[in-house]
């Protein structure tokens, strides 16, 4: 499927707010809610829209401390890395990235206390003897979060 500007602007609108109705999509792109009802169908169908997701406040729910955790590992075999990718793939784990340079992964934890953290780091990092050292930073203020793409 080729993109074109109308595809792009659908797109870039869905992002901000995956519920704006069809004829204001409509309206903001000037074409028909027809035309845009079946353009998103093809855009979901194609894989371009993945999911569509609610970005919840972590403040009122409890999850007031943000963590970034660089991982190194020992081996980086295929094996290996992909177990490591299950793990880190769970629900304690907000967002994960296989990333080059010194660090193998990066894990974006949202955790209530220290505590938790505390419980998350013996589970995934002290208990695993392919993780070779971990550093973490923890967040003083989300000065933007977000998942756009566009």
């Not at 409890?62 to 190194?72: D, P, R, S």
């Not at 002290?126 to 793409?149: A, G, P, Q």
Request: a neutral charge; hydrophobic letters at 40%.
């Amino acid at each position: 499927m080729k993109l074109d500007r109308y595809d792009y602007a659908l797109l870039e609108l869905v992002q901000k707010d995956c519920q704006t109705p069809l004829r204001k999509l409509a309206e903001a792109v000037h074409l028909s809610t027809a035309s845009v009802q079946r353009r998103i169908h093809k855009l979901r169908e194609n894989g371009y829209i993945v999911s569509n997701v609610a970005i919840l406040d972590p403040d009122k729910l409890n999850q007031v401390i943000t963590i970034l955790v660089e991982v190194e590992v020992n081996r980086t075999h295929i094996s290996e890395l992909e177990l490591l990718k299950q793990r880190f793939s769970g629900p304690e784990v907000q967002q994960c990235y296989y990333v080059t340079g010194a660090a193998d992964f990066v894990l974006i934890l949202v955790v209530p206390n220290m505590q938790r953290f505390q419980e998350i780091c013996d589970k995934f990092f002290h208990e695993n003897d392919n993780i070779k050292s971990f550093r973490t930073t923890v967040v003083l203020e989300r000065v933007k979060s977000s998942l756009n793409v566009l």
